[in-house]
């Protein structure tokens, strides 16, 4: 389907107070494909953490814009990105999901990299003719990779206009600080184990219902209950407000957003919930001793009593909320998406304050959690319902456009926030 | 007496089901007081949930809220609620003594939901089971699910 005046596939009328998303959008393969190229080879894309490939020679392997890479640390101590794909004939060099290894050698005919992706060595190589010159056959790169805060991207934009990562995050940087202000030395680490499974649903999807809390009490009604049931303290949300406290949609700059709340359901740093149980007190208390000591009353208390859902566009979501997750996804197909999802933490963390944020995160989030498997069950809801989009061909966004300032997280600013960053990519207008 | 294979498959038959039958307040009687109920990450399936995210890890509390919770109709994940169908095999005792058995098994349990094809987790169970009144209670319980990711299984939203 192509976007015509008459058949956009987002319209935003600010005056109008109209706002709406083409249903199209979500289903048809084309404009799927057409994605791939606009956003998903333009923007920058989160690979990884350094804290994964900790060691040189440390790897792991994964698929992100649907190219399997080989994501690793080099013999100088720098955190890479390979095309995991053989100079020769093109097999994948690597097959195994993590480990640690001095050479990457392609099973297929022998050849030999190191961790520098250099063409180390090749079975017989005197059948190559003189012009042959192993130095032009090292693992290929993506054209660009960058890190902020540990957080590795890549960018598939070989062109000379891509912005810096550094300018792309913008204001997404202040909250990625913000979570790594919870560790005493700024330093977060992926915890191992992570959750890979698919939703039957477009990936865009996942992006709105990742920061919509709109949807919180009619989608999580279980799990306000279980925190209730807990002795967790819930008010009752005031006036104009759905949820017990506060909170705010933001919008941080090229699609990213988020939705900065008053916290209400307890937080591992640092504000203790029944659910943590008595023993716990202690731990999370020494937890938030040190955040003053470190940053102050203030800004320690930013940290522990305000929770955060920062979107960076396209497709990384840090959930920093009754636990740290990261999660990442990207399509299959038009209506189906991978999603991976990792936990996050100080790299010092005591073991104590360890098993707290681990247990903590699996009340709420993950395949097995008490609210994830409901998200799923919307989304793939929600793709479902698409089946009529020729009929019905307009979702309607346009919560909270009547209001002059201050957003809510339960308005949907933010959500318009991703879908006008999406309609100006594709249309080509970056 | 030792505790014969039977009298094992007896009792995780039986378990099966109630689970099957969504009797999860009888399921809850077969637990001790001092229960838990896991499932690792798919990617590292012998680990310690104190260090490694699990996608489930509950204490006999958060097994007690989950059977609160598939009880709604809000659940949503499970309402309708799905059927399922478990099959239990290869059941081997590998420790007991005069209080505690430990066994594992292998399971399919087929997983079907209107208008979706059906969902096959595989997969090893293990127990630790007490010796209680001539039959046995739960004090463990861990699926470990073979698949290396949850791919289209999507969630573990009933109790695997
Ligand atoms: S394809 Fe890798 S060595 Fe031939």
Request: hydrophobic share 40%; aromatic share 10%; proline share 5%.
């Amino acid at each position: 389907m192509n976007q015509t005046p008459d058949t956009p596939w987002v319209i935003n009328q600010p005056e109008a107070m109209h706002f709406a998303v083409n249903r199209a959008t979500l289903v048809d393969p084309q404009i799927l494909e057409l994605e791939r190229r606009r956003i998903f080879d333009t923007c920058w894309i989160y690979v990884g953490h350094e804290s994964e490939v900790r060691e040189p020679g440390d790897f792991r392997t994964r698929t992100v814009c649907g190219r399997p890479l080989i994501f690793c640390r080099d013999s100088k101590g720098e955190a890479r990105v390979y095309l995991n794909t053989c100079r020769h004939r093109g097999s994948l060099v690597c097959r195994e999901p993590e480990g640690n290894a001095k050479y990457f050698t392609c099973f297929y005919h022998g050849w030999t990299y190191d961790r520098d992706g250099a063409l180390y060595g090749l079975p017989g190589q005197s059948a190559y003719p003189p012009n042959f010159n192993r130095a032009e056959f090292a693992l290929q790169t993506p054209p660009k990779v960058a890190s902020y805060r540990g957080f590795v991207f890549l960018n598939f934009d070989s062109g000379a206009n891509v912005m810096s990562l550094d300018d792309y995050l913008a204001g997404a940087k202040e909250y990625i600080d913000l979570i790594c202000d919870q560790s005493p030395s700024g330093e977060m680490e992926i915890i191992p184990g992570s959750q890979e499974y698919d939703i039957r649903a477009n990936w865009k999807l996942l992006a709105e219902n990742s920061f919509d809390d709109y949807h919180l009490p009619a989608t999580h009604s279980t799990w306000l209950d279980y925190l209730k049931n807990s002795g967790v303290e819930m008010k009752r949300p005031e006036k104009g407000h759905m949820l017990p406290a506060h909170g705010v949609g933001k919008v941080l700059g090229n699609g990213h957003a988020v939705i900065d709340n008053i916290n209400f359901r307890g937080r591992p740093v640092a504000r203790w919930i029944p659910i943590y149980g008595e023993a716990a007190k202690p731990e999370i208390e020494r937890i938030r001793a040190e955040l003053v000591t470190r940053l102050g009353e203030a800004r320690a208390a930013r940290v522990a009593d305000t929770n955060r859902n920062l979107l960076v566009f396209p497709n990384l979501v840090i959930n920093d909320g009754s636990s740290v997750t990261v999660r990442y996804f990207e399509p299959r197909a038009a209506d189906n998406m991978v999603v991976r999802a990792c936990a996050l933490g100080p790299k010092e963390e005591t073991p104590a304050a360890r098993a707290i944020r681990l247990d903590s995160f699996l009340t709420f989030y993950g395949p097995g959690g008490f609210a994830t498997p409901d998200d799923i069950e919307a989304l793939e809801s929600v793709q479902a319902g698409m089946a009529s989009y020729r009929e019905m061909p307009w979702s309607v966004m346009t919560r909270g456009m009547a209001k002059e300032g201050e957003q809510l997280n339960t308005d949907e600013r933010h959500l318009r926030e991703f879908w006008i960053q999406w309609d100006k990519l594709m249309r080509g207008a970056a | 007496m030792p505790v014969t294979r039977q009298q094992v498959e007896d009792f995780l038959y039986a378990e099966a089901g109630l689970l099957d039958a969504w009797k999860l307040d009888e399921w809850l009687t077969l637990l001790t007081d001092d229960a838990v109920y896991r499932v690792p990450s798919n990617d590292k399936p012998a680990s310690d949930p104190k260090d490694t995210l699990f996608t489930i890890a509950d204490d006999i509390n958060r097994i007690r809220a989950r059977v609160t919770r598939l009880k709604k109709t809000t659940a949503h994940a499970e309402f309708p609620r799905s059927r399922t169908r478990r099959l239990i095999t290869n059941v081997r005792i590998l420790e007991e003594n005069a209080q505690t058995v430990k066994i594992e098994a292998n399971f399919i349990v087929y997983r079907f939901r209107r208008n979706e094809s059906v969902y096959q987790f595989v997969g090893q169970y293990r127990y630790e089971l007490r010796v209680a009144d001539a039959s046995f209670k739960i004090a463990s319980r861990v699926a470990i699910i073979d698949a290396m990711e949850l791919g289209s299984l999507a969630s573990v939203s009933f109790i695997l």
